[in-house]
């Protein structure tokens, strides 16, 4: 079994794999070529994909029963001790703006007091 999911890629990549695959729904295609024939699409999905993201995911003969690849994703898959996890980037620091001062401002407490 093989799935493959495209994000923001050119329609002619989804019509090139509609020839082998099924698309079951938008970008997202599902199928069972050979082997060969997966990694040949897989190479034309790397190909063609310009500036949009793909997933490749297919059944193989590990302990979770499946493996997969990424392409233009910020989250990347590492090999832990057998087991294929999702390396998902740690996210930026949000700055904070500085609270600001509580009370009455200087020129607040001058026209008060009369001060100039």
Not at 56 to 73: K, M, P, S, V
Not at 80 to 109: F, M, N
């Amino acid at each position: 079994m093989t799935v493959i999911v495209l994000t923001n890629c050119p329609a002619g990549l989804r019509g090139f794999l509609t020839r082998w695959l099924l698309e079951i729904s938008p970008g997202v295609f599902i199928g069972a070529p050979s082997a060969r024939i997966r990694d040949i699409l897989w190479d034309e999905v790397r190909q063609y994909a310009d500036q949009g993201r793909a997933l490749l995911a297919h059944t193989t003969n590990t302990e979770q029963g499946y493996t997969f690849r990424t392409h233009d994703h910020k989250w990347e898959p590492i090999d832990h001790e057998g087991i294929t996890l999702i390396h998902r980037p740690a996210p930026r620091p949000v700055e904070t703006p500085a609270k600001p001062a509580q009370g009455w401002s200087k020129a607040s407490k001058r026209r008060r007091f009369g001060k100039t």
